[in-house]
């Protein structure tokens, strides 16, 4: 078979080609991507210095388009689906104006291509949830804009730069990670970073933020606070995020927060985002004070279909634990995170009691300084709870007694899959019988699904 | 992947990662590195033999080393009792199904295992960390807190010393002798320096405290990036042996696949050559079969071959004779079918003889034929004019018949008017002999009494007592009749053509002032409620037309339908409508609810008792006009509507009284024509109403005006007066004799005196 005369298996997905031929039979064009193995390429190169052929009058009617596509975008005016593939192909991706090629080029496979010359290496994509080619590359493209303007700049140009790369890109994005802002120059009294405001209401569609207000690299501008937010920082991405009506998840990490910045945070996510469904704050040095700050702000109602709260590394209390305890009742979350945050067996205790009236699957307390006091209530937990599957309770002195009763009880417990008990003071012996019993849940768990799956065929057969 | 997710968790703390202590972690001692392996295992194992292989060569930290030992144990444990376990059921049932789907479970249960035990051993790591992170806390809390206690301790002391000292200076001031002061200032001066030297040592103890930190930190991080090269070492070994074991594992699929494959394709292969061996033996059979039985054919073919031609000698003789039997016949046929030909030759002569004469018939025929149309199209032609002839006729003699009509009415009117006339002329010649009668009578009578009262000196009595006049109402009746008439231009109701409305137009004029009021409103609600009067088509007639013009029409239309044809109708409209009006100048809240609540009550009562306001209505009818107004003049104060005030306003009506007005109006009018229609049938019928006999009595009455005893009194009395008259006249004339005489007397005197003188 041979592939070599038409464009076609660049827009096929190689699985699919797979299926059908067997590769050792085909000739595929070269420069598609697609050259399996170097025998193969060899074989092919071999043969193509071969042949020796004129190009054909079309290919040359291609490159000049292809030529001269700044001053002409020809592409949708190109009928064949196969001159269309030559041109994604062979149109340059690194000097052609990005608004040229957005405006006109909507083809995965071209932004695939764009993203693997720009940055080779592509991130992995779940399966079946694919994500568009041209959507991932504008992502990429603003996060390295954004992390990457310096305050001056940003003052000096205006709004000027900023507006035209969001018109071009402000349709694509739908989740956005900066992973560090450039500091001030030490020049300027004050450390404010590039404001967020414009930026964030500019982008209807976003739905994941992931941001940290913190320097990688310590440059001739970094000084003393610059990974924190200025009160004139917080206002801005306050008001901009009251505009990201749309989003789902929201992170801010490695950034000291103070607790009246978290008033700011909890009352616009609170009245913006009616869609957020995670919340993280990692690292941020929230305390106790920073917790009651925010959960004061929050009405009855609010952040009702939060389903992930993640607080690593806070210092809370138990004070702070407390307080969670009591008002996290109403929030249907379903993984609880607070590493690393000292709250000890009463504050483990409080979240325990809050963790019965939750559809919670996962939580996590390792760290938390919880000492074997807390036996009895997890005992009660791991009896009573129908929904918990991951519990983490590493790093914590709870001691052999501990073990020993829970390993009378664990049997009943039917749903959980995963206990995590390193470091705890338990012998190893134990944990690996509790790794034994929630192996036993994990493979009962599968054998019904399968069970069920096969009733389910059976009925679908006989409803036929 | 959790990979990522761990190496992000390490640079993230690498900003405030600092001091950590040892990781205390309790090693159980029974823990041992167990690397014997196995002999027979399939490929997964000696896989595994390399990841650990893998695992043995990492330099990494000591509690991570004690960790992945423990973890390896536990792996070596399962890796155990995998070949341990014994084959149950379970197994034999498994040994049923698919060989893939066998390689299926195995292999996604090897790499679970696999992808639980490389998580574990990255993040042992992590877990690691964050208990040194969690100690580092601990002790720096309780070194702060150790300091803080010191210096706090210190502090006081040196506070307490620098009160004695400033105590002891007041103290130095009494003082005064020299030596003494200078060895008391020698004191303090140590004192002073002791508090220095104190506080040198705690500066020294807070900077080694901060030495240490600092070195505490710079070992920390050494040690995250030892952690790190670990984190990473591990991580890619795990990606490389997950990379691998799932290529191994697809490997092994994919090879289970083959072998499936090709033990399918064996025993397809197998089937196939069965099959093929099979027919290829039937096929030599067959073949067999048809060589014998094509030999078997050829013989017979030979036998009938030769019988066949025997047969054919024989037939050809026997044909031979035929043949010369044949000619025979055939020389016979010939003379046939000559004398034939020449019979059918007359024949044809004659048949067409008979031809041209069918043909001449047929044109006679045809010729008939056509006569007969046109014949037949003569009459229709003549039908037709007869017919329409018919018609004109029918409308000629339809109109003369409208025209007698007309005639007739003309003539029916002519003679109504002549009746009239002619009564009327009766009535004039009637008045004027009977005035003139009277006359007479009442001279007659005069005379009469003066001769009883003068020359009979009796008093005198009428003979007759007088004689009324029997045509005196009949004629008043017909005058008012007339004039009507006169004023509305009667048309006489038998008339076909009613829907050409009169259009004389009576003078608004005379209308009574409150009907004229009224009638501004009336007209339009009138126009707007009364629609169902009006014929459809009307109604998309006048579309078009401006406001105006379609009040007017619907108003024609709606009067047309109610016969209200004259003024008198409606003033009678107007009365029934008075009661329903107010003026919304002077009552501007309308009528009042009471009114409009009794006006309905009354209308349901009516409906209840039709007989009842039948005789009420009847009553009223039969009552002369003027009391009828009386009547509504009454029910109108009952109804407690004083528009007494309000002469010259325009009345205004309820929309919805309107209807109920007109309702009550018809009713009304129509009693009201009934009525007058008998009366004035009456009035045709009985034009005169006496006969010629009573008239003849009438007339003869007067006879007796004058009785006989009179007669003769008035003839003597005529001649005594005649008589009397005679000698009346002789004494005039005697009179006049005596004046002459006495005149001449005088004269002759007076002559006599004359002399005398």
């Given at each position: 078979?041979?592939?070599t ?14 299926a059908?031929f067997?590769l ?5 064009p ?5 050259s399996?193995?170097q025998?193969?390429q060899l ?11 004129a190009?054909?009058?079309r290919h040359?009617?291609?490159d000049?388009?292809?030529e001269?596509?700044?001053?002409l975008?020809?592409?949708?005016q ?16 690194q ?11 909507h ?13 080779r290496?592509?991130?992995i994509?779940?399966?079946?949830r ?11 493209h ?15 140009e205006?709004?000027?730069n900023v507006?035209?790369?969001?018109d071009?890109?402000?349709?694509y ?9 450039q ?5 300027n ?9 414009y ?7 976003l739905q994941r933020?992931r941001l ?6 310590a440059g001739?501008?970094y000084q003393?606070?610059?990974?924190q ?6 206002l801005l ?13 929201f992170c801010?990490h490695?950034t000291?927060?103070m ?9 616009s ?5 009616h869609?957020?469904t995670?919340?993280s704050?990692?690292h ?5 004070a920073g ?6 702000t929050c ?8 389903t ?10 138990e004070?702070?634990?407390h307080?969670?305890?009591?008002t996290?009742?109403?929030v249907?979350l379903?993984?609880l ?7 000890q067996?009463?504050?483990a205790?409080?979240i325990?009691?809050?963790l019965?009236?939750m559809?919670?699957?996962e ?9 074997a006091s ?16 991951d519990?983490?309770?590493?790093n ?7 073990g020993?009763h829970?390993?009378?009880?664990m049997?009943?417990?039917k749903?959980?899959e ?9 012998s190893?012996t134990?944990?690996r019988k509790?790794q034994e ?5 994990i ?22 | 992947?959790?990979e990522n997710?761990d190496?992000v968790e390490v640079?993230?703390?690498?900003v405030?990662h600092?001091?950590g202590?040892?990781?205390?972690v ?6 041992q590195e167990i690397e014997t392996?196995?002999v ?8 595994h033999?390399r990841i650990d292989?893998?695992?043995a060569?990492?330099?990494?930290d000591?509690t991570?080393?004690?960790?992945d030992n423990?973890?390896?144990s536990?792996?070596?444990r399962v890796?155990?009792k995998?070949h341990d376990t014994p084959?149950s059921?379970?197994?034999?049932c498994q ?6 789907d066998q390689?299926l479970?195995l292999?996604s249960t ?10 574990e051993l990255?993040?042992n790591?992590?877990?690691?960390n964050?208990?040194?992170e969690l100690n580092r806390?601990l002790f720096?809390?309780s070194?702060?807190q ?6 706090q301790r210190e502090s006081?002391e040196t506070?307490?010393k620098?009160?004695?000292?400033k105590?002891?200076w007041?103290e130095?001031?009494?003082?005064n002798e ?9 004191e303090?001066k140590?004192?002073i320096?002791?508090?220095m030297?104190?506080?040198d040592?705690?500066?020294a103890?807070c900077?080694?405290?901060?030495e ?8 920390d991080r050494?040690r995250?990036a030892?952690d790190?090269c670990c984190?990473?070492?591990r991580?890619?070994?795990?990606v490389e ?6 290529k ?7 090879h ?8 399918f394709?064996?025993?397809a ?13 039937n ?6 079969l048809v060589?014998?039985?094509?030999k ?5 073919t ?9 047969l054919?000698k024989?037939?050809?003789i026997r044909?031979?004779k035929?043949?010369e039997?044949?000619e025979?016949?055939?020389r016979?046929?010939r003379?046939?079918v000559?004398?034939n030909?020449?019979k059918?030759d007359?024949?044809?002569q ?12 047929n ?5 008939r034929v056509?006569?007969l149309?046109e ?5 229709r032609?003549?039908l037709?004019s007869?017919r329409?002839q ?14 007698l009509?007309s005639?007739?009415?003309d ?12 009564r ?9 002999n009977y005035?003139e009668?009277q006359?007479?009578i009442e001279r ?8 009883h ?11 007759v007592p007088p ?32 829907k050409?409305?009169p ?9 009574p002032p409150?009907s004229?009021?009224?009638?501004r409103n009336?007209m339009?609600?009138?126009a707007?409620?009364?629609?169902f009067?009006i ?9 078009p037309?401006?406001?105006?013009e379609?009040?007017l ?12 044809r004259?003024m008198r109708d409606m003033q009678?409209?107007?009365k029934v ?6 003026c919304?100048?002077?009552q ?5 609810p009471r009114?409009?609540?009794?006006v ?5 009562k009516?409906n209840?008792?039709?007989d009842?306001f039948d005789?009420k209505v ?6 002369p006009p003027?009391r ?15 528009r ?9 009506m309820e ?7 007109m309702n ?18 009456a009035n045709?019928?009985n ?5 010629d006999?009573e ?6 009455q007067f006879?007796n005006c004058f009785?006989t005893s009179?007669?003769k009194?008035w003839k003597?009395l005529?001649?005594g007066?005649?008589?009397y ?9 005697y009179?006049a004799?005596?004046v002459?005489?006495?005149?001449q007397n005088?004269?002759l ?9």
């Amino acid at each position: 078979m041979d592939f070599t005369y038409c464009e076609f298996p660049s827009t096929v997905s190689i699985d699919t080609f797979k299926a059908y031929f067997h590769l050792k039979d085909v000739r595929l064009p070269k420069g598609s991507g697609k050259s399996f193995d170097q025998n193969h390429q060899l074989y092919q190169e071999a043969n193509e210095g071969q042949t020796n052929q004129a190009k054909s009058l079309r290919h040359l009617v291609l490159d000049a388009i292809v030529e001269n596509w700044s001053e002409l975008p020809l592409y949708r005016q190109l009928t064949r689906r196969e001159d269309r593939n030559y041109i994604l192909s062979h149109l340059d991706t690194q000097t052609l104006p990005l608004q040229l090629l957005s405006s006109y080029i909507h083809d995965d496979f071209f932004w695939q291509r764009c993203y693997a010359e720009r940055w080779r290496s592509a991130p992995i994509q779940p399966r079946g949830r694919e994500r568009p080619w041209i959507n991932i590359y504008m992502e990429r493209h603003v996060q390295e804009f954004i992390e990457n303007m310096q305050t001056v700049d940003y003052e000096l140009e205006g709004e000027g730069n900023v507006q035209a790369t969001l018109d071009i890109c402000g349709a694509y994005i739908n989740q956005l990670e900066i992973n560090q802002l450039q500091p001030a120059p030490p020049t300027n009294d004050n450390n404010d970073h590039i404001p967020l405001d414009y930026l964030l209401s500019n982008l209807p569609d976003l739905q994941r933020l992931r941001l940290s207000y913190s320097t990688k690299t310590a440059g001739i501008n970094y000084q003393i606070g610059c990974n924190q937010l200025t009160p004139k920082d917080i206002l801005l991405l306050v008001k901009g995020l009251s505009q990201c009506h749309e989003l789902r998840q929201f992170c801010i990490h490695n950034t000291k927060l103070m607790p009246y910045q978290l008033r700011f945070l909890a009352h616009s996510l609170d009245k913006g985002c009616h869609h957020l469904t995670r919340l993280s704050f990692l690292h941020c040095a929230v305390g106790d004070a920073g917790i009651r700050g925010f959960l004061e702000t929050c009405g009855k109602e609010s952040f009702g279909i939060l389903t992930m709260l993640d607080l690593t590394n806070n210092k809370i209390t138990e004070e702070g634990a407390h307080i969670l305890s009591r008002t996290l009742r109403h929030v249907p979350l379903q993984r609880l995170v607070l590493r690393l945050n000292p709250i000890q067996s009463d504050g483990a205790a409080a979240i325990f009691h809050t963790l019965q009236a939750m559809p919670i699957r996962e939580i996590d307390l390792s760290s938390c300084g919880i000492t074997a006091s807390i036996t009895k209530l997890f005992m009660m937990l791991i009896c009573q709870h129908t929904t918990l599957l991951d519990i983490d309770l590493s790093n914590n002195t709870l001691g052999e007694d501990f073990g020993k009763h829970l390993m009378k009880i664990m049997s009943s417990n039917k749903v959980l899959e995963e206990l995590d008990l390193r470091n705890t003071g338990l012998s190893l012996t134990m944990r690996r019988k509790f790794q034994e019993i929630l192996l036993r849940n994990i493979e009962r768990k599968r054998h019904e699904a399968l069970k069920q799956k096969q009733r389910d065929k059976f009925k679908a057969m006989i409803q036929m | 992947m959790d990979e990522n997710e761990d190496e992000v968790e390490v640079v993230e703390k690498g900003v405030d990662h600092d001091l950590g202590s040892e990781a205390d972690v309790d090693v159980p001692a029974e823990e041992q590195e167990i690397e014997t392996e196995p002999v027979e295992m399939d490929s997964w194992e000696s896989f595994h033999e390399r990841i650990d292989a893998l695992l043995a060569k990492e330099h990494c930290d000591k509690t991570i080393r004690k960790l992945d030992n423990r973890r390896l144990s536990v792996l070596q444990r399962v890796r155990n009792k995998y070949h341990d376990t014994p084959k149950s059921a379970v197994e034999r049932c498994q040994a049923q199904r698919s060989q893939i789907d066998q390689q299926l479970d195995l292999s996604s249960t090897r790499l679970d295992e696999l992808t639980r035990f490389g998580n574990e051993l990255v993040t042992n790591v992590r877990v690691a960390n964050e208990r040194r992170e969690l100690n580092r806390r601990l002790f720096e809390a309780s070194q702060q807190q150790n300091l803080q206690l010191n210096l706090q301790r210190e502090s006081i002391e040196t506070m307490a010393k620098f009160d004695d000292i400033k105590a002891r200076w007041t103290e130095l001031e009494e003082i005064n002798e020299p030596m003494m002061l200078w060895d008391q200032i020698e004191e303090q001066k140590k004192r002073i320096a002791d508090i220095m030297s104190n506080k040198d040592g705690m500066i020294a103890a807070c900077q080694a405290e901060i030495e240490r930190m600092n070195a505490k930190y710079d070992f920390d991080r050494e040690r995250q990036a030892s952690d790190l090269c670990c984190l990473v070492e591990r991580v890619d070994h795990q990606v490389e042996t997950l990379k691998e074991a799932y290529k191994q594992h697809l490997q092994m699929l994919r090879h289970t696949i083959e072998d499936e494959r090709q033990l399918f394709s064996i025993t397809a292969v197998e089937k196939w050559r069965t099959f093929f061996d099979a027919l290829n033996a039937n096929f030599e059979e067959k073949a067999e079969l048809v060589r014998s039985r094509e030999k078997f054919y050829a013989k017979q073919t030979r036998q009938i071959n030769e019988s066949q031609e025997e047969l054919t000698k024989s037939t050809r003789i026997r044909l031979e004779k035929e043949c010369e039997r044949l000619e025979l016949e055939l020389r016979r046929t010939r003379d046939n079918v000559l004398m034939n030909s020449e019979k059918l030759d007359y024949n044809y002569q004659v048949l067409q003889k008979r031809n041209e004469e069918n043909v001449i018939i047929n044109n006679q025929q045809k010729r008939r034929v056509a006569r007969l149309h046109e014949t037949i199209a003569k009459t229709r032609r003549s039908l037709k004019s007869l017919r329409q002839q018919g018609k004109r006729t029918i409308a000629r003699l339809s109109a003369d018949i409208y025209k007698l009509h007309s005639n007739i009415n003309d003539m029916e009117m002519k003679a109504y008017h002549s009746r009239l006339n002619n009564r009327e002329k009766f009535n004039r010649v009637w008045q004027i002999n009977y005035r003139e009668l009277q006359s007479l009578i009442e001279r007659v009578y005069h005379i009469d009494r003066i001769i009883h009262e003068q020359q009979l000196a009796m008093p005198w009595i009428r003979p007759v007592p007088p004689i009324p006049n029997i045509n005196k109402s009949a004629k008043k009746g017909s005058k008012i009749l007339e004039r009507f008439d006169l004023r509305a231009g009667k048309v006489p109701k038998n008339r076909q053509i009613t829907k050409a409305m009169p259009k004389h137009k009576p003078d608004l004029k005379d209308l009574p002032p409150e009907s004229l009021r009224l009638m501004r409103n009336l007209m339009r609600k009138l126009a707007d409620r009364g629609g169902f009067l009006i014929e459809e088509r009307l109604l998309k007639i006048i579309e078009p037309h401006a406001d105006q013009e379609k009040v007017l029409v619907r108003i024609d239309n709606i009067f047309a339908a109610l016969r209200i044809r004259h003024m008198r109708d409606m003033q009678e409209l107007t009365k029934v409508f008075l009661p329903y009006t107010y003026c919304p100048n002077c009552q501007p809240q309308g009528l009042s609810p009471r009114k409009c609540a009794e006006v309905f009550m009354k209308d349901t009562k009516l409906n209840r008792s039709p007989d009842a306001f039948d005789e009420k209505v009847q009553q009223r009818l039969l009552q002369p006009p003027d009391r009828r107004n009386q009547v509504n003049k009454t029910i109108l104060v009952k109804g407690g509507v004083e528009r007494e005030p309000c002469k010259h306003h325009y009345l205004v009506m309820e929309p919805a009284l309107c209807l109920h007005a007109m309702n009550l109006y018809t009713s009304k009018m129509h009693k009201l024509m009934y009525e007058s229609e008998s009366s004035k049938h009456a009035n045709d019928v009985n034009l005169i109403q006496f006969t010629d006999d009573e008239i003849r009595n009438f007339w003869r009455q007067f006879l007796n005006c004058f009785p006989t005893s009179k007669c003769k009194l008035w003839k003597t009395l005529e001649h005594g007066l005649n008589h009397y008259v005679e000698v009346l006249k002789m004494r005039v004339q005697y009179d006049a004799e005596v004046v002459f005489l006495r005149r001449q007397n005088e004269e002759l005197r007076h002559l006599l005196q004359k002399f005398k003188v």
